[in-house]
């Protein structure tokens, strides 16, 4: 099942690595790095890469927190 989904992802051009990210956007999107390294369960600093990657494949765009100005969330775009 994880080929045939890490197959799916990459006609996509998004990596298999990238899926637990995207999903958990999905399933709420806007959160804040932090955030997103908690529900993925990985390093902050694993995240800032990971966010990176996907904002020059513009799948994903950080967007200023209107609350905090110090703080970015993460959002999917339509892409």
């Keep these: 099942m994880a080929r045939r989904l890490a197959a799916e992802l990459a006609r996509h ?3 298999f690595a ?9 399933e709420q999107d806007g959160l804040s790095q932090i ?19 996907l904002v020059r494949q513009k799948i994903v ?3 200023k927190d209107p609350g905090e100005r ?6 999917l775009t339509a892409k």
């Design 13 to 15: 051009d998004i990596s």
């Design 61 to 63: 765009e950080r967007r």
């Design 70 to 75: 110090r703080k970015a969330l993460i959002y």
């Design 18 to 26: 990238h899926y637990y990210y995207l999903r958990a956007l999905f």
């Design 35 to 53: 955030e997103l390294s908690e529900r993925v369960g990985v390093d902050p600093t694993t995240v800032v890469t990971i966010v990176d990657a």
